[in-house]
């Protein structure tokens, strides 16, 4: 009789460690419903996006435009990376932008007036980054100024100091090859196929250990069918990428040759690696939801708020000292509307688009890749088409407000359903 009784107990708990494909897709439906829309929006934008600019402008779809569409929104990407981080929040950063054009600005003169190494240089932009980072975090997290009014005041402050730096309104040209190389270089194909290898076993490898770790602890594990998908999807996806990035590009290949995957690529995906497993594996990670998602809360709770807060602003300016190099080698040179204009503008929309909220305590460091890529896309395809900047702003400014009425309305559904 024990035994019998026994059985049902058992098969619940297996059943809970190893859920079918069909119960964790019903679970996805139910969060759907719950208004947990993830990054569903702007995966379903790129896809509409991608389609009907191929459909209207077949050269959307050439090897050599794809490649464009990595170095053209990369330095957005990487700043949406860091903004990533101040928007968990619930803060905001606007000087992100001149921020990336001030590092961008300390590295031309390191390289080209002082004649310092490229690595100085480099850890000359992102300690300028670091810097500013520390005085806004601390002015917001310390002084209680509100991040919307010290950051708009570094905007404008920031524009006047790139002005000196570049000696009102001169070109600084950099030469650097190994600067020059970032965004305007190719990894040789093998090294490209070799990446794709290591990145996909690595996934796959991360999939099955977590997988492992959560039935070891007694915990809902995902099913292999599931996990074989999702690596299968990847592989597939990265695996086309990869191939259409190694054709032959160049219109004379006799005369120069452009093949594999541009080098600002595996940068970008190391960042991404690095930030994703800060916020999802650390205690700062943790901390950082946490203080997002109830302030209060998470200062009674013991976590140091202010100092989260000054190191969200400080990995912010970071990342725009990274997208500021990345701009400055896109150019091979860096002038006064070196990250002016609508870098700002884009960068936020390309984190809130991606599925990071405005109202803090939700958010990926992916969703700006994703957003990222959504924004390079609508610039990329609309310069195609022909469309001026008048356009291009308009139907990015619509998307950014569509974006932020998905995340207002999952909000209040998930409010609705007891959630938040």
Known sequence: MNKVKELPGEAVAAAKQSPSLGNSLRGYVERLRGGDMGALPAVLGLIVLCSAFAAARPAFVTSINFANLFTQGAAVTLIAMGLVFVLLLGEIDLSAGFASGVCAAVLAVALSEMGLPWYVAVA?????????GVVLGTLVAKVGIPSFVVTLAAFLAF???VLVLVDEGTNISIRDPVIVAVANKNLPPWLGWAMYAGCVAVFAAVQLLRARNRSRRGLAA???????ARVGTLALIAGLAVYVLNLERSRNPALVSLTGVPIVVPVILALLVLWTLVLRRTAFG?????????TEAARRAGIAVDRIKISAFVICSCMAAVGGVVAASRASSVDPNTGGS????????AAVIGGTSLFGGKGRVLDAVLGGAVVAVIENGMGLMGYGASVKYLVTGSVLLLAAGVDALARKRAAAAGLR
């Open 222 to 228: 995902e099913p292999l069918s599931l996990i074989g």
């Open 286 to 294: 943790r901390h950082i939801y946490a203080v997002g998602g109830n």
């Open 159 to 161: 524009q006047g100091l």
């Open 124 to 132: 000359g932009a992102i300690l300028t980054g670091v810097v500013i």
């Open 342 to 349: 609508s870098v700002l503008l884009y960068a936020v929309g």
